[in-house]
């Protein structure tokens, strides 16, 4: 799709050109597609529902960001208005019913360089619930902006409804774009925030790759190669992309123990869920105590930017070495110190980090540290003015890291929720649900006793 002539053109910020590397990677765009649905205890006007979207694509102006290819560069323009076709409105029978047509909208190509940038569906559940499922492609949201847009959307839902003025004015992320593209200092701060963080990916040795299923195919391959790349398995291969999604939930038990340690210690539930994934993956792997996930900073600092579409999201590259004789109290410690120091450096794009991994670590193309994705999504109650919600999140069918784990606390029940999305040529379904299960074991011994060492922990896994 080319731009219609006087609007303005625009390069890629350095957030999308992660999203464009990523391409390198797969055979199919989808890989890096964001498929969210919102469901909610009460009875919509669907018509109403489908005007409301219409005014977020006027509000929200990353709706309205196409891409082109310009020789052999990606770039972007955004259209002044845009009405989609009518919505879809789909009526579930069942639960599986729901599942297999979502999971089959989510693994279908979004067709990017035509113009189509998102699909929206309205449903009805079999309990009758009432909900928007949005898919949209990563160059125009990240999974914030995502939940920014089902939050305004139904603002402007109730607003409509009653007949009140629209909520304050979205963000504008054609105005962030401009303003990183013009700022002349960027190139230079970039440098030496990059400089900083390979400090910190160096830490005092070379990192080494931890598998979700154990050590026996990185071992195999560092038989079968020589020298100093010997130590990290190529895991990026474009041609097996292919991706299963696995869902798992902690009971209402597990959960209130969780909320109750996460109360009492006053600590994020992001580095209690984190950390038990990273006893279990050090226990799977001899126990090594080096491990590296690259997590999800959202880089949304000012108020506008907390009403802002577009892609902002930065991974981060999350190394931690935790001795064994280390406490479960002070790992958390430890990993409070590391996102505080990640956030603060989380402007350094991630085609420079995944420059200096490269450099730093004689990893090839297909190589990294890096055991997975993992991102911690803090829902709250109260996020769509007091009504009971669910969020879901669906499998897109094909994915560029290893695992990509999404964690979250289910407002609708209480309880913890976990999607994993892993290659299968690397692991299997079953697999990831043994990780699962060690992982959780290791986060409800922690909190039970956050005196004893992660060597305790791993004993009892």
């Known amino acids: 799709m080319r731009p219609p002539k006087g609007l303005p053109v625009y390069d890629l910020i350095d957030s999308q050109k992660m999203v464009q590397y ?11 597609q964001i498929p969210f649905a919102v469901a909610f205890d009460e009875v919509l006007d669907f018509d109403l529902l489908a005007q409301a979207v219409n005014t977020e694509i006027a509000r929200n102006d990353c709706l309205r960001l196409r891409i082109f290819r310009d020789g052999l560069r990606i770039r972007q323009f955004f259209l002044p208005e845009y009405r989609p076709e009518k919505l ?33 569906i309205l449903f ?22 995502a939940f920014i847009f089902f939050r305004d959307l139904m603002e402007v839902y109730d607003c409509l409804k009653t007949g009140a003025p629209l909520p304050k004015p979205m963000g504008s992320i054609e105005a962030i774009i401009r303003q990183e593209l013009n700022d002349e200092g960027h190139a230079a701060f970039v440098e030496r925030e990059t400089a900083v963080l390979e400090e910190w990916m160096k830490k005092d040795r070379p990192p080494v790759f931890c598998r979700l299923n154990g050590p026996k195919a990185p071992d195999r391959e560092r038989k079968r190669r020589r020298g100093p790349k010997a130590a990290l398995p190529p895991v990026y291969m474009p041609l097996f992309d ?45 126990r090594g105590n080096d491990t590296t996930f690259w997590v999800l900073c959202p880089r949304r600092r000012t108020v506008t930017e907390k009403r802002c579409g577009g892609t902002l999201a930065s991974p981060m590259p ?32 991630f085609t420079a980090m995944r420059s200096s991994e490269r450099r730093l670590f004689h990893a090839n193309l297909m190589q990294s540290p890096n055991s997975m994705m993992f991102s911690y999504l803090p829902l709250r109650e109260n996020t769509f003015g007091g009504r009971r919600y669910e969020f879901t999140g669906y499998n897109f069918g094909h994915y560029v890291i290893p695992v990509y784990t999404l964690a979250l606390r289910d407002p609708a029940t209480g309880c913890y929720s976990f999607t994993y999305i892993h290659r299968t040529h690397l692991h299997t379904d079953d697999e990831v649900r043994r990780f699962h299960e060690g992982a959780v074991r290791a986060i409800l011994s922690g909190i039970a006793d956050p005196d004893q060492t992660i060597n305790d922990i791993m004993e009892g896994l």
């Not at 990523?22 to 765009?29: A, D, E, G, I, N």
């Open 22 to 32: 990523m391409w390198r990677y797969t055979l199919h765009t989808q890989a890096t």
């Open 88 to 120: 879809p409105l789909k009526e579930f029978a069942s639960d599986r019913e729901q599942e297999d047509c979502l999971n089959a909208d989510a693994a279908r190509k979004l067709d990017v360089f035509r113009g189509e940038m998102f699909r929206v």
């Open 124 to 145: 009805r559940s079999r309990d009758g619930k009432c909900g928007v499922y949005l898919n949209v492609s990563h160059m125009i949201m990240d999974a914030m902006a």
């Open 242 to 286: 292919k991706a299963h999604c696995v869902k798992l939930r902690l009971s209402r038990e597990e959960s209130a123990a969780i909320d109750a340690f996460v109360e009492q210690n006053r600590v994020s539930p992001e580095w209690v869920v984190q950390l038990g994934l990273r006893i279990r993956l050090s226990q799977l792997n001899r």
């Open 318 to 349: 999350w190394r931690e070495i935790l001795p064994g004789e280390t406490t479960f109290r002070q790992a958390l410690a430890q990993m409070a110190q590391s996102q505080a120091f990640l956030f603060r450096h989380a402007d350094v794009p």
